[in-house]
T-cell receptor
């Protein structure tokens, strides 16, 4: 049973470059989450999709960040232009419909992003 | 003040010891999660609970809704238990999708 798949696992790039992080949720899950983890702030929700529609993007730091979910099996998080303060680990998670009952979130292995 | 507070921040134990990690929260919740993260690794959900107690192997999680407090216990700790343990609370009502995380407890179990 494949879990949440994120790519790349590691990304190192220079500031100003565009960065695209990818996520494939678990098949059948219709809730998808993007999180950012830093030493200072811990884990924070960036954006939440339900049935491919963004429901809550209040955690997206600024206009340089954008996220899409073109279909049920794929999502991207894009940073353009990237800055050194964007360096963090970015996690994608998915779950079954939250309206059914409390459902656990399944996390990917994360993308470790370093902006030089 | 953070909505989710964990203690201790760091914990070092000898193999075989009984471990307790605490989590207090200040908001209404629909559920509480305990997560495990190994260094450089992904995040694994250990427990999700909204009342009482759950047990899985050597791990036990309890929650007291009235006191807004949860504990994670590890019996007969082992070096492979070394990881960061994160408490997260799920909002209630219209925010029941949202997890708010504690800063985590770094556990090191020495052989």
């Amino acid at each position: 049973d494949a879990g949440v798949i994120q790519s790349p696992r590691h990304e190192v790039t220079e500031m100003g470059q565009e960065v695209t992080l990818r996520c494939k949720p678990i098949s059948g899950h219709n809730s998808l989450f993007w999180y950012r983890q830093t030493m200072m702030r811990g884990l924070e929700l960036l954006i939440y999709f339900n049935n491919n529609v963004p429901i809550d993007d209040s955690g997206m730091p600024e206009d340089r960040f954008s996220a899409k979910m073109p279909n049920a099996s794929f999502s991207t998080l894009k940073i353009q232009p990237s800055e050194p303060r964007d360096s963090a680990v970015y996690f994608c998670a998915s779950s079954l419909a939250l309206t059914v009952s409390n459902q656990p979130q399944h996390f990917g292995d994360g993308t470790r992003l370093s902006i030089l | 003040k953070n909505e989710v507070e964990q203690s201790p921040q760091n914990l070092t134990a000898q193999e075989g010891e009984f471990i307790t990690i605490n989590c207090s929260y200040s908001v209404g919740i629909s559920a509480l999660h305990w997560l495990q993260q190994h260094p450089g690794g992904g995040i694994v959900s250990l427990f999700m609970l909204s009342s009482g107690k759950k047990k899985h192997g050597r791990l036990i999680a309890t929650i007291n809704i009235q006191e807004k407090h949860s504990s994670l216990h590890i019996t007969a700790s082992h070096p492979r238990d070394s990881a960061v343990y994160i408490c997260a609370v799920r909002g209630s009502g219209g925010s029941n999708y949202k997890l708010t995380f504690g800063k985590g407890t770094l556990l090191t179990v020495n052989p």
